[in-house]
């Protein structure tokens, strides 16, 4: 492993240099294609279209490593669009390891596991160190023919004052007090979750309810090897899973405000309040891990997605669409609109033709609508119904969701399909939704004594009634974007 990453360096290095002698020829050059962003979507996007034979310039401000608590988990969904995209080898090589499904932990022990679903071969996700996979696919870019890579920051979009047309940008360099300017007939912003150009295009907010905050546990003994785990805990769910051979990444959702990292709060809410509720066999690396690792926090973020009108410009990734990580689907959704992509822009040979170009874009808005939807809505409702906290509606949920996954089998495999990104099925996810929330009904009507019955009848209507509650915002949240 060391010899590896010392490799890693001496290439960074290398990579760096060339990044920095190739800045000076591009002042007014002129691409078919500008990538906004070298993340998990920007770099993907780089090395389709480029490997399509477009003329590509990925601009990104640091070329380091990054260095992120999330991003760590890629279903089975996006495995298959890696494919797609002749990118399979960038989780290979990373220590990563393999992901086959979740466990569900109450703080009383009691779980349930749920596998991936099979089909013509075995489903299987992937965990890893988000920084080593982000390097892996900036390589892949630089490699693929067609792109040029710079290292700056871009400053604005270059655009036409009478019509808003997009058509190229400025950069601010690294090292340089001059800002490039660089047109293309097309750009696509991938800045990522805290986008600079949002605004300019989506008039809606984004909601930030809760945070993750996360860190590495070392050679933390996981109950279930192989899976990502879930643990049911007060007022919301921890999740953990191994992202290396020895690294555990464990992340906290805590909403509302944050305790302090800085004075000490964060870690007295860990170690009072957080551990106590991990499985035992969990809790020893826990507290060693709260005394050496450092924790960071990031915002669990919701933005519905938004359809592109703008001539001359695409958002894509979490610039456009975020969902709350949870179910850690952002990746997979993101892998898959590169594919929308590349697949709507090689039918239109010249990207000059603006508005063909922003027919094709309204058109990939609509088709990523099957996967999109169905991870958007299932992360949001799933945290709502695990975040139940002291809402005995919420509770009620939360307790027929888990007892729903015991009874196994399709109760099991469909949702599951869901939520790898295997499965997109808007009407058949609702469809669940709703036999959770009637089984829970269920249950309740024959929980206690006979003459409790016209009692807990009512209740169950409430129940079914905060469904509709958690559910149908979600829903038409997706119809109105």
Known sequence: MDGLMAAMG???????????????????????????????????????????????????????????????????????????????????????????????????????????????RPNVGRSFHHGRVIMNLRRAAQRAPNVTCLEGTAGELVTDPQTGRVYGVTVNVKGSDKPLTCYAPLTVVADGCFSKFRKQFIPR????????????????????????????????????????????????????????IGNGDMKTYMEEFVGPQLPLAIQPSFYKALKTERMRSMPNSWLPPSQNKTEGVVLLGDANNMRHPLTGGGMTVGFWDVVHLRNALRRVPDLDKTVVVRNEMSRIHW????????????????????????????????????????????????????????????WTLVGHFFAVAIYGTLLMWFSGPVYMIPANIVKSIMVLYQACVVILPLIGAELRS
Do not use: M
């Open 10 to 120: 001496n290439e960074r290095r290398r990579w760096a240099l060339s990044l920095s002698r190739r800045r000076f020829d591009l002042q007014g050059a002129v691409f078919e294609v500008i990538v906004i962003g070298a993340g998990i979507v920007g770099s993907a996007a780089a090395h389709a279209l480029g490997n399509d034979g477009r003329r590509v310039l990925l601009i990104e401000r640091d070329w380091k490593e990054p260095d992120r608590i999330v991003g760590e988990l890629l279903q089975p969904g996006g495995v298959k669009a890696l494919r797609e995209l002749c990118l399979s080898d960038v989780i290979n090589n990373v220590d990563g390891i393999d992901c086959h499904g979740y466990a569900v932990i109450k703080t009383s022990g009691e779980e349930v596991l749920l596998p991936y679903p099979s089909d013509k």
């Open 205 to 260: 907010e984004v909601i930030a309810k809760s945070h993750f905050v996360g860190f590495v546990i070392q050679n933390c003994p996981l109950p279930h090897k192989y899976h990502g785990h879930v643990v049911l805990a007060k007022p919301s769910p921890i999740l953990l899973y191994q992202i290396g051979s020895n690294d555990t990444r464990i992340l906290v959702d805590i909403p509302g405000k944050l305790p302090s």
């Open 367 to 426: 088709r990523r609508k099957f996967l999109a939807s169905v991870v958007n809505i299932l992360a949001n409702a799933l945290y709502a119904l695990f975040s139940a906290g002291d809402d005995p509606r919420l509770q009620q949920l939360q307790t027929a969701c888990f007892a729903y996954f015991k009874l196994g089998g399709r109760c099991v495999s469909t949702p599951v399909g869901l939520l790898a990104g295997i499965i997109s099925e808007p």
